[in-house]
Nanobody, 119 residues
Framework: QVQLVESGGGLVQAGGSLTLSCAASGSIVSTNAMAWYRQVPGKQRELVAFTGGGSTTYADSVKGRFTISGDRAKNTVYLQMNSLKPEDTAVYYC??????????????WGQGTQVTVSS
C-alpha cells in the first residue's frame, strides 16, 4: 500500500516563500512520476507541476515561481514556492502516478496540506 504524506503548508504573506514536502512509503515501482495539485473550494483540482518520465511541467500560473524536485533516495518530492500570491491559496495535494509522454495520471494521493497567502 502506498502512502503519501505532505508537510510544509501554512500561512505566509504575499511575496513570501514556502516549501512543501511529500514523503512516499510503500511500493511505488509502478509509477514513474510525482506531481503536486491544488484545489480551492468549489473548483476543480488543478495540476501545479509534475516531474518524471523524462519531463517536468508547470502550470502557466506558477511558472518561474515554483520549482518541483525529487529525492529518489528518500522517496520524497518537494515544491519550492516563491513570490507567493493570494491566488495561490489552496489545499495542495501530492500525487504519485504515471507520465506516458502525453499526460500525467495520478494513482496515489496524499491527504493535502493547506497553503494560505495573505495580502
Amino acid at each position: 500500500q502506498v502512502q503519501l504524506v505532505e508537510s510544509g503548508g501554512g500561512l505566509v504573506q504575499a511575496g513570501g516563500s514556502l516549501t512543501l514536502s511529500c514523503a512516499a512509503s510503500g511500493s511505488i515501482v509502478s509509477t514513474n512520476a510525482m506531481a503536486w495539485y491544488r484545489q480551492v473550494p468549489g473548483k476543480q483540482r488543478e495540476l501545479v507541476a509534475f516531474t518524471g518520465g523524462g519531463s517536468t511541467t508547470y502550470a502557466d500560473s506558477v511558472k518561474g515561481r515554483f520549482t518541483i524536485s525529487g529525492d529518489r533516495a528518500k522517496n520524497t518530492v518537494y515544491l519550492q514556492m516563491n513570490s507567493l500570491k493570494p491566488e495561490d491559496t489552496a489545499v495542495y495535494y501530492c500525487s504519485a502516478g504515471v507520465y506516458n509522454g502525453a499526460y500525467y495520471r495520478g494513482y496515489y494521493w496524499g491527504q493535502g496540506t493547506q497553503v494560505t497567502v495573505s495580502s
